[in-house]
């Protein structure tokens, strides 16, 4: 028997539910790769796998040591600058990608039905990034990421009945330690990874069974076929789209590499603290309002984006035509823009 | 539904669903730290060495700054310098004679009581005890074993 039947019998492959799985019919208007931003985020989650694993090889969770071993990472081994500015970049980018895609989904309002539980796997995708992020530029232990945990797992810490277990759950106890680097560095490699994969793969189950909703261009009712092939013509866009990126992001790498700040210091909160761009609108707000509206707050705004399908199917019941998701979506939008700019500004 | 098949369903379920709940507790109460706290009294200054509304720092047992103060003759202040807000460290701004936290612009006067920002409560004040001419700050052992 030759190598290649051995394979064959010991690998068989179903060639017919094979082509069933990769021609997927993707809508036109996905060609202006623009709409298509969900990949985006995608190949940026492979990215970060990738440069973390390599990472990981020297990085050391202890708070002693920490420290030094991002600035070996970064200053002694070879190449080690540009994997961690690849990572450290790549997260920017896979967490500005989701927010457009995001924004995208719902100014189209393609969370409608029969898609509102895949809007809800996509947001909790937002939030296990953005938790990714926290625990990310926490592990560096420099004073930014010592003060980023300390208010983190404040802010965890009032939250409403399971604040204080909560924080110390996090921490690992009362104050920021040990247990608390220990904990973060196994959020951040394992136990995020595996419930954003979990995650990934239901929103893929969902978009490939409910199929990508169809949005209408002029000029689109001209084309003889609503549909194209995932294979390989939806995979010729992506690749380009995923070249482009690739480009912006060792651009962004070669021109800003990461640099490490001073080494934690608990004793001491800088005078001029802030956190990564993608926390500045909650920073400012609990800049300018109570501890209880301060922590509420982003817990509502949680709970709405879970619930705007629901919500936005009885302003459509209520007051139908009128638009409303739009202009509340662009209140939103600006509002938090403002929160923005003003904590990129402001004191 | 036929009641024979319901009983073996829950007869199956319940206790797989008993077992699971009973891990799921077990791990959350592993995970949870244990703490133990013990009081420990501890000298900190002389009043000799300390002039009325001057301040001194110490460390507390989990290594965070305090402030003592003192505020009247035989009258001392050991002021914890944990914002209230979101626990960042405020510093003493001598020219303002208020504490100030640059995480969320929160204000304390010289007894830690809040004067601007979103702190909800004054700072924390350690139980101080005067015995003779010598200041003792209980400061709580906090153990995470």
Redesign the interface.
Same mark, same amino acid.
């Given at each position: 028997m030759g190598l290649k039947n051995w394979f064959k019998e010991s690998f068989p492959v179903d060639t017919v539910a094979l082509i069933t799985l990769t021609s997927e019919p993707i809508p036109n208007h996905l060609k202006r790769w623009w709409w298509g931003l969900g990949g985006t985020p995608l190949f940026m989650f492979i990215i970060q796998i990738l440069t973390g694993l390599m990472l990981i090889f020297y990085y050391v969770p202890d708070p002693d040591k920490a420290y030094q071993s991002v600035e070996y990472i970064t200053y002694t081994s070879k190449f080690g600058w540009l994997i961690r500015s690849i990572h450290r970049w790549a997260s920017n980018i896979m967490i500005a990608a989701l927010l457009l895609h995001m924004l995208r989904v719902f100014f189209t309002r393609t969370y409608r039905r029969p898609r509102e539980l895949n809007w809800m796997f996509g947001v909790t995708l937002l939030l296990l990034t953005l938790f990714f992020g926290f625990t990310g530029y926490s592990l560096v232990y420099e004073q930014m990421s010592y !003060?980023a945990m300390? *208010?983190g797992? #404040?802010?965890a #810490?009032?939250t409403p009945f399971i604040g204080p !277990?909560l924080a110390?759950?996090i921490r @690992? @106890?009362?104050?920021i330690g040990q &247990?608390t680097l220990t904990r973060f560095f196994l959020f951040h490699i394992a136990l995020l990874p595996f419930i954003t994969l979990l995650f990934v793969g239901l929103h893929l189950y969902l978009i490939r069974t409910l199929g990508v909703s169809e949005l209408k261009f002029p000029g689109d009712e001209k084309a003889k076929k609503k549909t194209y092939p995932l294979f390989p013509d939806h995979v010729y866009t992506e690749i380009i789209v995923v070249t482009l990126i690739l480009i912006l992001l060792v651009s962004l790498s070669l021109l800003f590499p990461a640099g490490l700040g001073e080494p934690a210091d608990?004793? *001491? =909160?800088?005078?001029?603290?802030k956190p990564e761009w993608y926390f500045f609108p909650v920073?400012r707000w609990?800049?300018? =309002? &109570?501890? &209880?509206v @301060?922590v509420l707050g982003p817990i509502i705004f949680i709970f709405l984006l879970y619930a705007w399908p629901f919500i936005d199917r009885l302003f459509e019941k209520k007051f139908p035509g009128k638009e409303i998701t739009f202009w509340i979506g662009i209140a939103g939008f600006l509002t938090i823009m403002v929160f923005l700019v003003w904590e990129i500004f402001g004191? | 539904m036929d009641r024979r098949k319901v009983l073996k369903s829950v007869a199956t379920f319940l206790p797989i669903s008993a077992a699971f709940t009973g891990l799921a507790a077990m791990g959350v109460r592993f995970?949870?730290?244990v703490?133990r706290e013990i009081n420990r009294k501890i000298f900190t200054v002389g009043l000799e060495e300390l002039p009325l509304n001057a301040t001194k720092r110490f460390?507390d047992l989990?290594?965070?700054?305090l402030m003592i103060v003192r505020t009247g003759e035989r009258e001392v202040k050991a002021i914890s310098t944990v914002c209230t807000?979101?626990? %960042?460290?405020?510093?003493w701004q001598k020219d303002r004679q208020e504490f100030f %936290?640059? %995480?969320?612009?929160g204000s304390f006067d010289k007894n830690g009581l809040v004067i601007a920002?979103?702190?909800?409560a004054p700072l924390d004040l350690y139980p101080v005890e005067i015995e003779g001419d010598n200041v003792f700050v209980i400061f709580k052992d906090?153990k995470?074993v």
């Open positions: !003060w300390k *208010v797992t #404040g802010i #810490g009032a !277990w110390d759950f @690992g @106890g009362s104050e &247990n608990p004793s *001491v =909160t800088p005078l001029h603290i920073f609990l800049k300018i =309002t &109570n501890l &209880n @301060g004191h | 995970i949870t730290p703490k460390k989990q290594g965070r700054d807000h979101l626990g %960042c460290t405020v510093f %936290c640059p %995480c969320h612009n920002g979103p702190p909800p906090i995470e």
